[in-house]
T-cell receptor, first 114, second 111 residues
Framework: DAMVIQNPRYQVTQFGKPVTLSCSQT?????MYWYQQKSSQAPKLLFH???????NEADTPDNFQSRRPNTSFCFLDIRSPGLGDAAMYLC?????????????FGNGTRLTVT | GQNIDQPTEMTATEGAIVQINCTYQ??????LFWYQQHAGEAPTFLSY????GLEEKGRFSSFLSRSKGYSYLLLKELQMKDSASYLC????????????FGQGTELSVKP
C-alpha cells in the first residue's frame, strides 16, 4: 500500500545531541510537511516543501532544519535538542495544495530528550 | 491571525449520536478538514468541506457554513473504538496548502 513511513517510531536523544528524524513516502506527492505535536496540543507546522522549494514557518526555531534530497524522502534535523523539544513529530504529504487534497500523515516519531 | 476553537472534551454513549463543533476565524479560507487521532498515533483523515453544506461518509458527516465560520462533525451509531481526539483543521490560500489545526476534542464513548 502507498503510504507515509516515519523512522524511528521512538527516538531518545540527549540534551544538545543532534538528532535526525526521517520520513519517506510512496504516494509520489509534491508537498511534504513536518509538524510538531506536544501532549494535548494541536499539531504545529514547522516547515514544508513544495517539490524542492523549502518554506519555513516564521516562528520555527533555527534549531530545526530540514532536507528533501528527492521526492520520496524528507528529513528533520534538530541541531541541539532541548527538553522543550520533546514531542511527537509528524510527517505529512499532500498531492497538491488545493482544497480537495488532504494531508496524509505518517505514524509519527516520538522524541524524548534526556 | 488564525483562530480555531473546539470543545476540549465530550462524552457520549455507545450507539448514540454526537456532534463536535468547530468555529474558526481565518483569512484566505480554502477548506475545512476533520481528522481522527487515537492516543499516540498519527491523525487520520475523515472528511473535508470546501463549500457550504453537509458531506456524508458512512457513520461520519461534516457540515460547513462559511459565512458563520462554523463546522461540525457528526458521528452516528457510536462505537467504543470512536473514542479518540477529533481535530478540526483549516486550509488557507497561498501558504503551501498547510493545515492549521485546532486543539482537538477528546471524545470518550461509554458503554
Amino acid at each position: 500500500d502507498a503510504m507515509v513511513i516515519q523512522n524511528p517510531r521512538y527516538q531518545v536523544t540527549q540534551f544538545g545531541k543532534p538528532v535526525t528524524l526521517s520520513c519517506s513516502q510512496t504516494l509520489n506527492h509534491n508537498v511534504m510537511y513536518w509538524y510538531q505535536q506536544k501532549s494535548s496540543q494541536a499539531p504545529k507546522l514547522l516547515f514544508h516543501y513544495y517539490d524542492k522549494d523549502f518554506n519555513n514557518e516564521a516562528d520555527t526555531p533555527d534549531n530545526f532544519q530540514s532536507r528533501r534530497p528527492n521526492t520520496s524522502f524528507c528529513f528533520l534535523d534538530i541541531r541541539s535538542p532541548g527538553l522543550g523539544d520533546a514531542a511527537m513529530y509528524l510527517c505529512a504529504t499532500s498531492r497538491l495544495v488545493g482544497a480537495n487534497s488532504p494531508l496524509h500523515f505518517g505514524n509519527g516519531t516520538r522524541l524524548t530528550v534526556t | 491571525g488564525q483562530n480555531i476553537d473546539q470543545p476540549t472534551e465530550m462524552t457520549a454513549t455507545e450507539g448514540a449520536i454526537v456532534q463536535i463543533n468547530c468555529t474558526y476565524q481565518t483569512s484566505g479560507f480554502n477548506g475545512l478538514f476533520w481528522y481522527q487521532q487515537h492516543a499516540g498515533e498519527a491523525p487520520t483523515f475523515l472528511s473535508y468541506n470546501v463549500l457550504d453544506g453537509l458531506e456524508e461518509k458512512g457513520r461520519f458527516s461534516s457540515f460547513l457554513s462559511r459565512s458563520k465560520g462554523y463546522s461540525y462533525l457528526l458521528l452516528k451509531e457510536l462505537q467504543m473504538k470512536d473514542s479518540a481526539s477529533y481535530l478540526c483543521a483549516v486550509r488557507v490560500y497561498n501558504q503551501g496548502g498547510k493545515l492549521i489545526f485546532g486543539q482537538g476534542t477528546e471524545l470518550s464513548v461509554k458503554p
